[in-house]
Structures are given as structure tokens and as C-alpha cells.
């Protein structure tokens, strides 16, 4: 049974026509708003992108590049695609933007593809240290065409000052020489520590390896100014534009412009087909928010509630890997707080009292990838909808109260009414009852939060 519609989707009237769907969107888009969204790679994107997401661009097909597509009729899509382009080098300061993959993990593929043979060794993150699928899995695609090797984090020690489970730079430096990568991967998607990219640099030239950058969870922090900017120290960066840069789904590639043939062919026709040009107009109005100074300000705040966040959910008894975050993202150890308990039972009690997250593999888990003896906690979803580190503080409570009193049904039932309350009066769209509210305003003309 689904969560009832108590709200429903101001942005599905033409749905109605399709009753069946209609009524499944205007569910999700109830549990959305009346749930925590805490997945650290997921955000509210504004009404305009939405509305450039759902718009007649779909309609269109656009194989190739501005001013060389293989079909007619694209003069307004160039322009389209263009401002895109400008747009996201001018907010990250890049030579060479390609706006067209339709993910991270596109864009990852696309890079490998432009940069190395087949066969050819790449350094990467551990999986169950942080890294991507695209890091090199073994289920990946990427694991069948180039041979991965890794580095992981530093074990933890104990002390509070000095936590470790930070990117082990000697480890990096040691597997770099004795392998000779031909492509060194920065970034992570479970790592709650700022990443430079600069010592990577350093290796990478020690080694005469090139330096891909995948910026996929920090871009809006890194738009934002509170994180250090990778473009210009790595040769290629890649991120996605729907986790902290809170745009539609989809990818993007930064490079130098002696690149920019290389990974524009790998990414059409190397990798992929139609761009989604529809797609392409949203991540262009997601940009364009992100120059915006309140950008600034979202940026620093989503840290600030991740700091407060660490510090509450560290006083509820949970351990945290690294001992706390720089970014928008907390990864919670359970074993401290109950050896017994697995990511997966957490993350399927949390659902229960409304509180949205994934389980996650913590370094050296004992726990399968499936099972896991961790949750990723974010905060860049909440953030958007007005919440502040009071109440990151009040989210950490329940948590620790929905997992101390997981097997007590009357307890999961009242933290989810709690939870049901503090949405409502911080709604991602539109006003709380009595006209409050810090989310999306749903007034005509306007595309950034109040
Ligand atoms: N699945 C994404 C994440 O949650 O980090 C990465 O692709």
C-alpha cells in the first residue's frame, strides 16, 4: 500500500489524462514531501527545471554538436545546448564543457573511452572504501574493458583529534608506482571528507598519469565556493548535475580544450546516441541557479546542517567513519551503536517511520554490499526545503529513537507523524500551513527558493 496522497502534485495536470500513471507521480511526489529525503545523492530541483525536464525538447532529435547535427530543424536546440555549454564553463571556470551524457556513469565511461585504450590500468577508489561502480566493480562494464587497481583510506585510529579513514595519499602514491596507471580517478560516492585534487595531481605527474576528477557528489558544492575546485589541477573533471548542484538527472564533462574533441567523440558517437536536449534545457536552468549568489548560501548551509547533523547523531552513540564531514554527507558505522543491527534492517526501519536513506558498505565491512554495517546520510535534499541544524539535531533524535525501538511498532508509528509534521512545515514546495515555508516557491516566475 502506498503512503496517502495528502498533498498532491501541483505539477501533474496533464496526467490527468492518464489516470494510472497520474495517481503513481502524485504518490511519489506525497512520499517526497511528507518523508526525510536523506539519500546524499538526491535534491528537491526547482519548478523551472522540472518544468525544461517535461517540456516539447523531448520531442526533438539532435544527434552530434551545435552547428553539426545529423538532423534539421535544431537552430533553437543549438541554442539550447550552447547556453548550457556556456553556462557550465562559466560556473566552474572551464575551457570545454559536454553537457550531453545522460549520467555520471555515461560520463565516467565516455571519459575512459576518450582517454585510454583498452586494457590500459586505471587507479581508483576501493568500492568498499567509497569508490563508484564505474571506480572499476567487478559488476561493471568498466572492470570487462580496463584493468582497475585501487586505493583505499587510511585505517581509523581511535583518537578524536586525528579519526583517520582519510584517502591514503601513501597508499595512492605506492600503487601508482608499482602499477603505472594510465589514468588516476579522484572522488568518491561515500566520503564525507573534502578531496583535493591537487596531491592526486602530483602522483599523476610523478607517474605520467592523466587525472580524471569525479566530482558527481560535491558539483554544487564545489559551484557554491565551500569546496575546492578540481578544474584546471585535473585534466578531465566529471560530475552529475542532480545530486548538491540540484538539477535533473543526468552528467556532464569538464576538460581542457586540447580534450574537448576527444571526449565530445567518445561521448556522441563513442557512447551514445540523441542527446536529451530536454534534458540538456534543464541542466542549463540548474547552472544558471547555481551562478546565483543564494547558491552560495545553500551551499554553505547544506555543510553547516551535515556538520550538525555528524555532531547529533554522535551524541545519539553512532560512530561515524572519519569522525565527522566536510561535505554534504555523513556515513554512519552501526556497530558502535548496536553490533546487532545491519544497514539494511536500519535503512527498511527508517522507511517505515518515513525517514529516507541507504544503507552503505563502511571501509573493511564484514557485511556484504547488500547487508552492509552502514547508512549514508545527506543533507542536501532537506537543506533546499528550509531545514536548519535544529533541525538536523531533531532528525538525528528520531533516528537514534526508530533504530533504539526498531521492533516497537507504536514507536515507528509516532516518529513518523513526527516526521510527517516537521515536512509540512518545511515543504520542498510551495507554503506551509499559515504561509511559512524556505522551499520552492510555486509562484509564476520565479526559480530559486525564498
Ligand atoms: N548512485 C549514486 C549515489 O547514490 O551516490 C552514484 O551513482
Known amino acids: 500500500m502506498g503512503h496517502p496522497v495528502t498533498t498532491g502534485s501541483p505539477f501533474t495536470r496533464w496526467l490527468e489524462a492518464d489516470p494510472e500513471v497520474a495517481r503513481l507521480v502524485t504518490e511519489e511526489y506525497d512520499r517526497q514531501t511528507s518523508t526525510l529525503q536523506l539519500i546524499a545523492s538526491e535534491n528537491f530541483t526547482s519548478p523551472a527545471v522540472l518544468a525544461a525536464t517535461g517540456s516539447v525538447l523531448t520531442n526533438k532529435y539532435a544527434e552530434g554538436y551545435p552547428g553539426s547535427r545529423y538532423y534539421g530543424g535544431n537552430r533553437i536546440i ?15 571556470g572551464a575551457e570545454h564543457a559536454n553537457v550531453q551524457p545522460h549520467s555520471g556513469a555515461n560520463a565516467n565511461l565516455a571519459v575512459y573511452h576518450a582517454l585510454l585504450e583498452p586494457g590500459d590500468t586505471v587507479l581508483a577508489m576501493r568500492l568498499d572504501h567509497g569508490g563508484h561502480l564505474t571506480h572499476g566493480s567487478p559488476a561493471s562494464v568498466t572492470s570487462r574493458n580496463w584493468r582497475f587497481v585501487s586505493y583505499g583510506v587510511t585505517p581509523p585510529t581511535g583518537d578524536e583529534d586525528h579519526p583517520g579513514e582519510v584517502i591514503d595519499f601513501d597508499q595512492v602514491r605506492d600503487v601508482a608506482k608499482s602499477e603505472q596507471p594510465r589514468l588516476i580517478v579522484a572522488g568518491s560516492t561515500a566520503y564525507s571528507r573534502t578531496i583535493e585534487a591537487e596531491p592526486f595531481r602530483q602522483i599523476a605527474d610523478e607517474v605520467g598519469a592523466r587525472l580524471m576528477f569525479d566530482a558527481a557528489h560535491p558539483a554544487g558544492l564545489i559551484a557554491g565556493g565551500v569546496h575546492p575546485s578540481p578544474v584546471g589541477v585535473a585534466d578531465v573533471v566529471t560530475f552529475t548535475t542532480h545530486k548538491t548542484l ?13 580534450l574537448a574533441k576527444k571526449v565530445d567523440g567518445a561521448v556522441f558517437p563513442g557512447l551514445q546516441g540523441g542527446p536529451l536536449e530536454h534534458v540538456v534545457a534543464a541542466k542549463a ?14 551551499a554553505r548551509r547544506v555543510v553547516e546542517n551535515a556538520k550538525a547533523f555528524a555532531a547529533a547523531l554522535s551524541a545519539e552513540g553512532f560512530r561515524l567513519v572519519s569522525g565527522g564531514t566536510d561535505n554534504h554527507m555523513v556515513l554512519v558505522d552501526l556497530r558502535a551503536f548496536d553490533p546487532e543491527l545491519t544497514g539494511k534492517t536500519a535503512q527498511e526501519v527508517l522507511d517505515r517511520a518515513g525517514i529516507t536513506c ?39 533524535a528520531l533516528i537514534g529513537r526508530t533504530l533504539r525501538r526498531r521492533d516497537d511498532e507504536p514507536t515507528l508509528a509516532a516518529v513518523r507523524e513526527e516526521v510527517r509534521s516537521l515536512c509540512a512545515a518545511f515543504p520542498a514546495y510551495g507554503s506551509a500551513p499559515g504561509g511559512g515555508g524556505s522551499g520552492w516557491s510555486l509562484e509564476r516566475g520565479t526559480a530559486r527558493p525564498r
Open 78 to 92: 543549438d541554442e539550447i545546448e550552447e547556453l548550457a555549454r556556456r553556462r557550465a564553463t562559466a560556473l566552474f
Open 246 to 258: 540540484r538539477g535533473p538527472r543526468g552528467g556532464a564533462v569538464l576538460c581542457r580544450a586540447d
Open 285 to 298: 536552468v540548474a547552472f544558471g541557479e547555481a551562478m546565483a549568489p543564494e547558491f552560495a548560501r545553500y
Open 358 to 396: 541507504n544503507r552503505n558498505t563502511i571501509p573493511d565491512d564484514p557485511r556484504s554490499p547488500f547487508v552492509t554495517s552502514g547508512l549514508r546520510l545527506g543533507t542536501a535534499a532537506e537543506t533546499t526545503a528550509g531545514m536548519g541544524p535544529d533541525q538536523m539535531a531533531v532528525v538525528a
